[in-house]
């Protein structure tokens, strides 16, 4: 049996119904899903890019869990993950995680799903993909009794898409009429989890000082002391280990999350985070020049002529020369990204202000004024040529000055009026022409042209 036309379509259009009782999807007709899965395998029996792999396996997998067969449901969720992350897409590799999260959700697996929701969770992601992925880890809390947790899942999805269409609405005012009904019959349940509680992992000790010695120690975040205060000066956990320097002691060391010593004791001027391995410092004997060093106090890239080194961040620092220009180093010191910048001020169109490279390895620049955006090889996506630049989950806000705007991909200028915001996309292709006089407006056109269909997750 063979299908015609996009598989995602033709899932999307399923007629499904929300069971109001387990919060869980419902349908009535498997032959429209058998078609489907048998369309993706053809699919699948061809060459293909890893990004068509990752949709293609991320599809049959929810075609496999809408027809109960959950182990093949998992096995090709995990396929599409794998293929995602091989592409470097931030959105593709969340979809791909969201699929196979409700892969173990729908196999009771929950505590592997609430980490796949969390992983695929990100304020990077466009509003829609988002308010999908929190409704959907609403019910995983939901089947779990968490229903604190999920009642926080599904505002936020109602808060990131206030002008979804009575079927969105309608099904998280559903979904929130559940919780309340098992909430008095049963209570609230635990508290909402931390993200290092949903990924496995240990909560962070935070720096605590003793108000009779003065000195410092680390609490866990229900306030119970888990190292104590021994410590003249402590800094906070990174990567898990800290800079500390005992009661009494002239040098710093570094310590990890059970107060474990990492290294001997070190003069050093000053101390930065570690991030990746590597943390930058300076001796008291080099005190104008930046050092990086391992955990265990071994110098990686011995001390240089850099300024305001910033951590490590998918294997870049950014740094500035002694000219006052910037540019980005690899640990091992060679040049990543040309010392050719006045700025790195990479900000995106949610208003966070990101330290060097966002998630998806992309950094806004400024060379006299002008702005553009670079990725962690030092490829210019967008020359800096724009009066201001962000980033946004399917593309590039751009402001227009009173200059002129070389057309990233051709040479032409941009149209546009002065002063107005348009949008390039992701190839630094002209997207919306500038033409929309605030920021707001830009951003409302773009979440008007962003597809209405019901993702697939």
Known sequence: MGV????????????????????????????????????LTAQLA????????????????????????????LADGKRAVEAAELTGSMRRTAIARARLAHAHQAAGQHAAADREYALAASDDLPDPLRAAIHQQTGTCCFEQGRYIEATEHFEKALALRPNAGAEFVQVLETALEAVLTQAMLRGWGPYRRTRPE???????????????????GYQDPSGEQVLPPVYDEAYPFHDGTAWV???GALGWEVIDLHGEPLSRPQRLREVGPFSEGLAWVRATDEPDSWQAVTVDGTVALPPNSYHDPRP?????????????????????????????????CTATADGRHILGFTAEQLAVVDRIGRRGVLDTTGRLIVPPCYDDVQIHPVGFLIKLDNSVYPHPSDGDKVPGVPG??????????????????????????????????????
């Open 312 to 344: 490590f961040r998918y294997g870049l620092s950014v740094v500035r020369r002694a000219d006052g220009v910037l540019g980005a180093i690899d640990r091992y010191g060679e040049t990543a990204v040309p010392f050719d910048y006045d700025r790195f």
């Open 420 to 457: 107005t915001w348009g949008a390039l996309d992701r190839d630094g292709g002209l997207l919306i022409e500038p033409h929309h006089e605030t920021r707001a407006d830009i951003l409302r056109d773009i979440d008007g042209r962003l597809r209405e269909a019901r993702l697939v997750l």
């Open 46 to 73: 061809l060459p293909a890019s890893d990004a068509a792999r990752a949709r293609q396996y991320g599809l049959r997998s929810v075609a496999h869990r809408l027809l109960g067969e959950l182990d093949a449901a």
């Open 245 to 247: 320097r005992r009661a």
């Open 198 to 216: 949903l990924l496995g992992q240990a909560p962070v000790p935070r720096c605590a000082r003793d108000a009779s010695t003065g000195r410092w």
């Open 4 to 39: 015609t036309g996009d598989p995602e379509a033709a899932l999307a259009a399923l007629p499904w119904r929300l069971d109001p009782e387990t919060l869980r999807e419902l349908i009535d007709d498997r032959e429209p899903v058998e078609a489907a899965r048998a369309g």
